[in-house]
């Protein structure tokens, strides 16, 4: 069954530390996506791969760092996290960019 | 500015009320896409939708491209679907959200 994983699924960190989330997904997508979503803001895209080795930078790429070492994992790094970077963040994997993405369950992430 | 607009922000029913969601875009578009996020979970794609009408069950979903607009009409509302409502539309091979319309329905 197609899925997409993410963890942590919660995660607390201080002003300054390094942040890492991780994303697998089996379902042999090319295309991952990192979103971050907040009230009022929809959904917006931080950075994207289109496959493994490949990363490029989405709407909101400053403060964020993303590595895809393989086609199922795509990882997004916060390298110095800041309080405005609390928010829920949310992985997809997609064949096509004009198909449908597969979404993760979101990571909730506090930055005090 | 924002390309995507959806309206209501929210919208409260009583079940078995209809309700109609909207998405208006403000440029050209390839396709729209309608997705429902439970409260606290992830989104599920419900329509993709290039253009004219689809329909799923309860849900329908309209898009008039050259009236650059998109609606979702869920039809006897129940309890379940209650939740957020997202519209994407596909431009220049990347999805641009609209906010989303929180739906709740009661008992």
């Known amino acids: 069954e197609a899925a997409v994983t993410q963890s942590p699924r919660n995660k607390v960190a201080v002003t300054g530390g390094k942040v890492t989330l991780s994303c697998n997904q089996t379902n042999n997508h090319n295309n991952m996506y990192w979103y971050r979503q907040d009230t009022g803001h929809g959904l917006r895209l931080i950075h994207y791969s289109y496959g493994a080795g490949s990363t490029e930078k989405g709407d909101i790429p400053d403060g964020y760092k993303a590595s895809r070492p393989s086609q199922e994992n795509f990882s997004l790094i916060l390298e110095l996290a800041t309080p405005s970077q609390t928010s829920v963040y949310f992985c997809?994997?997609?064949?096509?960019?004009?198909?449908?993405?597969?979404f993760g369950e979101g990571t909730r992430l506090s930055v005090l | 500015g924002q390309q995507v607009q959806q309206s209501p922000t929210s919208l409260v029913l009583q079940e078995g009320e209809n309700a109609e969601l909207q998405c208006n875009f403000s440029t050209s578009l390839n396709s729209m896409q309608w997705f429902y996020q439970r409260p606290g979970g992830s989104l599920i794609s419900v329509f993709y939708?290039?253009?004219?009408?689809k329909q799923s069950g309860r849900l329908t979903s309209t898009t008039v491209i050259k009236e650059r607009r998109s609606s979702l009409h869920i039809s006897s509302s129940q309890i379940t679907d209650s939740g957020t409502y997202l519209c994407a539309m596909e431009s220049n091979y990347q999805l641009i959200w609209g906010s989303g319309t929180k739906l709740i329905i009661k008992p």
């Open positions: 997809a994997s997609g064949l096509r960019h004009n198909q449908a993405p597969l």
């Open positions: 939708n290039p253009s004219g009408t």
